[in-house]
T-cell receptor, first 111, second 113 residues
């Protein structure tokens, strides 16, 4: 079935370093969404990308949607301890309305 | 708005018992999702509803699991009989429509002993 793959599974960084997580789908996605889950919390929506090649920024976070609409990335510049959590990408398998989540990338930031 | 409300927050039960998880979506949202989260399997979609109608339950693990949405403001996920491997955090989420963002509840931490 349709899958959304996400790497890496886990990343350790020193505060101030950059961080990137990658998301790949086996099929073309009509859109892709990104969520953040703090430890002990629930996923919270960050952003949605719809257009091929789209790039969106939220302060230190940069989101990209691939030209083929099969991959996406989230880049955090100069990480802070508040960035700690698990970042998920999620997309609807082609022709369906449900939202499938990637495995997530857990980010640890050391001060 | 109070957001998506789930109850109970924590549930500890013994193997073989029936468990019922509850969810109240955000008013005006017409889609509701049930997810299960474990370390091993991540966030798995169990079932989702559009306008109170179950659309896709292919993620429901087996016949022990059932979900209902009798009206637009309430949904239940029932496990009968429960097993230790059902231990997980169960999230309910809702959205206004297709392609829109999901709003998650705080989840129910289920432990089956």
């Amino acid at each position: 079935g349709q899958q959304v793959m996400q790497i890496p599974q886990y990343q350790h960084v020193q505060e101030g370093e950059d961080f990137t997580t990658y998301c790949n789908s086996s099929t073309t996605l009509s859109n892709i969404q990104w969520y953040k889950q703090r430890p002990g919390g629930h996923p919270v929506f960050l952003i949605q990308l719809v257009k091929s090649g789209e790039v969106k920024k939220q302060k230190r976070l940069t989101f990209q949607f691939g030209e083929a609409k099969k991959n996406s990335s989230l880049h955090i510049t100069a990480t802070q301890t508040t960035d700690v959590g698990t970042y998920f990408c999620a997309g609807p398998p082609g022709g369906y309305n449900k939202l499938i989540f990637g495995a997530g990338t857990r980010l640890a930031v050391h001060p | 708005d109070a957001g998506v409300i789930q109850s109970p927050r924590h549930e500890v039960t013994e193997m073989g018992q029936e468990v019922t998880l509850r969810c109240k979506p955000i008013s005006g949202h017409n889609s509701l999702f049930w997810y299960r989260q474990t370390m091993m399997r991540g966030l798995e979609l169990l079932i989702y509803f559009n306008n109170n109608v179950p659309i896709d339950d292919s993620g429901m693990p087996e016949d022990r699991f059932s979900a209902k949405m009798p009206n637009a403001s309430f949904s239940t996920l029932k496990i009968q009989p429960s097993e230790p491997r059902d231990s997980a955090v169960y999230f309910c989420a809702s959205r206004t429509g297709v392609g829109e963002k999901l709003f998650f509840g705080s989840g129910t931490q289920l432990s089956v002993l």
